[in-house]
């Protein structure tokens, strides 16, 4: 079963600082979304208003048309999982009992599975351990916990390389056995863009994009070639990068090239070049990351 989450207009302020500001999009069906941004754009904040843990002060969001916000059939439904500290005395072992108990998709034999991939010890309290462990906790937790809305926060954060592929492969192979909904936020994109359907990104709490991933990965695009013609060749575009080496020059612009473009860009032997997500990200959100 497919579900449809809708942000309808929504803004978050904390003490007068507006951290959120009339986001709006819906996302429709079982995929994997990628909410990107750079740290204090609203990530987590927004992640937040979804899961039901915070209430917008403007706007509503709604999972299959109902509020999500004191609903409690609703925020069943969906799991947030983030790096934030968690009652430090609890043992994996109970951490796993209080998530099967509030969460009516959990599967304990999957859990089970997991604490062995992630080499976890469910004797041991959050405190004793270690920062790439607790994260990995984060990780079991959710994707055992089958919610129709599942989504992670940034949580690896704390893994080293092997336990992030682990955990992105986890990801994969939920998606294709058990889909459902995910929601990654990350602000380094380079490196998990493969695992996204559709993105969202967000800068200085505002919705940039939201678009297909491969629709995306269209949006930028790069000139290379003689600078006068690569100038004449952009004029009237939005250009978001200049390089310049000796007479060849590098222009990153933004939006779709037509095929008459293309033709004519190699007629002049300008060369056309698509742009990564992760340096669209970087050259639409202000610069360098």
Known sequence: MSHKLEIKRVSKSFKKHEVINEIDFNVEGNKIVGLIGRNGAGKTTLLSLIAGL?????GEITLDGEPIFENQSRMQQVMFLSDSQRDQS?????????????????????????????NLSTKKSMSELSKGMRSA????????????????????TGMDAPTRKKFYNEVLDEQAEHPRM?????????????????????HQGKLLLHDEYE??????????????????????????????????????????????????????????????????FIHLTGGEA
């Open 137 to 156: 906790l984060q990780v079991v937790l959710g994707l055992a916990s089958r919610a129709p809305i599942t989504i992670f926060d940034e949580v690896y």
């Open 54 to 58: 915070k209430q917008s002060d403007q």
């Open 90 to 118: 609890l043992k994996v072992r109970e951490m796993l009992d209080m998530t099967e108990t509030f969460r009516p998709n959990f599967d304990r034999i999957y859990a089970d599975e997991l604490i062995k991939t992630f």
């Open 215 to 280: 629709a995306m990965t269209l949006k930028g695009q790069t000139v290379i070639g003689e600078a006068n013609a690569v100038d004449q060749f952009v004029s009237g575009k939005k250009v978001l990068n200049e390089q310049r080496l000796g007479p060849t020059k590098s222009v990153t612009i933004y939006g779709e090239l037509s095929e008459e473009e293309r033709q004519k860009a190699k007629k002049q032997e300008l060369e056309i070049g698509n742009v990564s997500l992760q340096d669209l």
């Open 182 to 202: 995910f929601i990654l936020s990350t602000h380094l994109v380079s490196e998990m863009d493969y695992l996204f359907d559709e993105i969202v990104m967000i």
